[in-house]
């Protein structure tokens, strides 16, 4: 058995599905840098970077109060899996070369402390996400894929400037709750994923949406999903496995298109 070997378990509407099984706890620890590379990678091919801001965080699955993250001031489009680095839950990196980002560890170390299920963590500051964030409104289920976010989203309203104090990092994971995601009002996005697939690909859906929205709002007065219908929708494309599914094909991509990013 190899780092790519699945088992077959059981998902909650009782379908089969592949699940990633390791020998290791290396070949796991392996698995998970290779994703998070990749969502790195996505990030920049799709312009997600506003200068140095900007960071996705993934837990370590054997020191689990640790969590991998990008060095500060590297271009996501160059991020290679050897620049990650591993930071306690001091803030120390234990591991790899860089700066550490001050607002990447008072968030996303807050984040991780307050949710154990939460594997990994995404935030930037992409034009349509910080657009949609200085409204200081929540998403409304517009579209089928805006429903992945339907009661599952939150808005944290009290911009205060750059996050660097670890009370306001644990104010935001307050604010995101059980949520998978929170608008960071005049600020930006962020999502979370029981895996680093789905809170990339959570990210990625989620600045097309405010994107959509926010078209179509300037086209006129957009017709909004039922209720009923935006939850029995939410239950289709808002689960950790449909998360992790969508985020499958993109990863397939820039892995052909940018193997470099392995060395």
């Not at 839950?89 to 991780?112: K, M, P, Q, R, T």
């Not at 926010?214 to 239950?235: C, D, F, M, N």
Request: hydrophobic share 40%; net charge negative; aromatic share 10%.
């Amino acid at each position: 058995m190899n780092e790519h070997a699945y088992k077959v378990v059981k998902s909650d509407n009782g379908k089969s599905r592949p699940a990633p099984c390791f020998e290791s706890v290396e070949a796991e620890r392996l698995h998970l840098k290779k994703r998070l590379t990749a969502g790195f990678r996505l990030f920049g091919k799709f312009g997600f970077e506003e200068g140095a801001a900007g960071h996705i965080t993934a837990r370590d699955p054997e020191y689990t109060d640790h969590f991998w993250v990008n060095p500060f001031g590297i271009s996501f489009k160059q991020i290679k899996m050897s620049d990650l680095l591993l930071v306690n839950h001091n803030g120390d990196v234990v591991e790899g070369e860089g700066l550490l980002n001050g607002a990447a560890f008072a968030i996303h170390g807050a984040i991780h402390a307050a949710r154990p299920d939460v594997i990994a963590a995404a935030h930037s500051h992409s034009v349509y996400g910080k657009s949609w964030a200085s409204l200081g409104r929540t998403l409304d289920p517009l579209t089928q894929d805006s429903c992945a976010f339907y009661q599952d989203h939150v808005l944290f309203d009290d911009f205060t400037g750059v996050v660097l104090d670890e009370a306001e990092g644990q104010r935001i994971a307050q604010a995101l709750g059980q949520n998978k995601a929170c608008i960071l009002q005049n600020h930006g996005l962020l999502t979370v994923g029981a895996s680093v697939d789905s809170a990339v690909w959570w990210y990625i859906t989620m600045e097309r949406t405010c994107q959509a929205q926010l078209l179509a709002e300037a086209a006129g007065t957009p017709k909004l999903i039922r209720p009923e219908v935006a939850k029995v929708t939410y239950a289709s494309v808002g689960t950790e496995d449909a998360g992790k599914f969508s985020f499958q094909p993109l990863h397939d991509v820039i892995v052909a298109e940018q193997p470099d990013m392995f060395d």
